[in-house]
């Protein structure tokens, strides 16, 4: 079971940190992903992160701004969003997948669990 947390309301040019924590499986021998839908949006991938910690970047728009990181002994992966614009405004997801899988395929993979998703806002 994945449980992701942390959203909420962030202004313009702020920063956020989102979490999600996992019970029952152990991030650090999955690969892991955040994923945001925005509304009447289709989903988007955001970022990934290998069994070893690699990180890959999906979407071109959050490259330099948020930051995907992992605590392996919190079995917690956390999005650190800067800079934050308007068009972060979604619902985000964390998701994982067993396997590891190359960077330059990593962002095509299908992720077997999900958790609930957490609703940031960035106010203008």
């Known amino acids: 079971q994945l449980q992701a947390y942390g959203g909420g309301l962030v202004q313009h040019g702020g920063s956020l940190r989102l979490s999600c924590a996992a019970s029952g499986r152990t991030f650090s021998t999955l690969t892991t992903g955040w994923f945001r839908q925005a509304p009447g949006q289709e989903r988007e991938f955001v970022a990934a992160?290998?069994?070893?910690?690699?990180?890959?970047y999906c979407a071109d728009s959050v490259k330099g701004r948020l930051t995907f990181s992992r605590d392996n002994a919190k079995n917690t992966v956390y999005l650190q969003m800067n800079s934050s614009k308007s068009d972060d405004t979604a619902t985000y997801y964390c998701?994982?997948?067993?396997?590891?899988?190359?960077?330059?395929?990593?962002?095509?993979?299908?992720?077997?669990?999900w958790g609930q998703g957490t609703e940031v806002t960035v106010s203008s």
């Open positions: 992160i290998n069994w070893s910690g690699g990180v890959t």
């Open positions: 998701a994982a997948a067993r396997g590891s899988f190359r960077r330059n395929v990593v962002c095509t993979v299908s992720f077997e669990y």
